[in-house]
């Protein structure tokens, strides 16, 4: 990933992020911002440079162009041979075309050549496309996270 698309990576994840933790912990939008932004900070202190941290965009070739589809960014464990998706997109004007398979079984060649042997995610619980996506590549539900607000 460049630098600008590291940077417009970073503008679209801190609000879908905070979306996301808004609806999932049922925190105020502002303090859910507030709460990505310094998460997304302290992930990339280095921006697209950050050790440890595999940023990928997502590209669709038509025979015409190149069309940026999307992003992917997850982080390799080497001791455990797994690696977790932080986050994964298609744009919506891509959605339905079967790039989010095609981009997962990508990944997956690259990641079993370097001897990973699991991926692991999580996915918001209301986030059915993503869940079937995932299910159709043949990801399993392993457990559930809780919250409760005191």
């Known amino acids: 990933m460049t630098a600008d698309q590291f ?7 801190i609000p879908d992020y905070a979306e996301e933790i808004s609806s999932s912990y049922r925190l105020p939008p502002d303090e859910a911002l507030a709460q990505a932004q310094r998460e997304i900070e302290a992930s990339f202190p280095a921006g697209e440079k950050t050790a440890g941290q595999v940023l990928l965009s997502i590209f669709h070739c038509d025979s015409e162009q190149q069309h940026h589809a999307g992003y992917l960014w997850y982080r390799p464990d080497s ?8 986050d994964f997109t298609i744009f919506p004007q891509y959605q339905g075309k079967g790039l989010g398979s095609e981009s997962m079984k990508a990944l997956e060649k690259i990641l079993r050549e370097q001897g990973v042997t699991q991926i692991k ?3 918001a619980a209301g986030n059915d496309r993503a869940k079937h996506v995932y299910e159709s590549n043949g990801y399993r539900v392993n457990g559930f996270n809780m919250n409760k607000l005191l």
């Open 79 to 86: 001791l455990s041979k797994s690696a977790f998706i932080y």
């Open 7 to 13: 940077s417009a990576f970073v503008q679209y994840l």
């Open 121 to 123: 995610l999580r996915v």
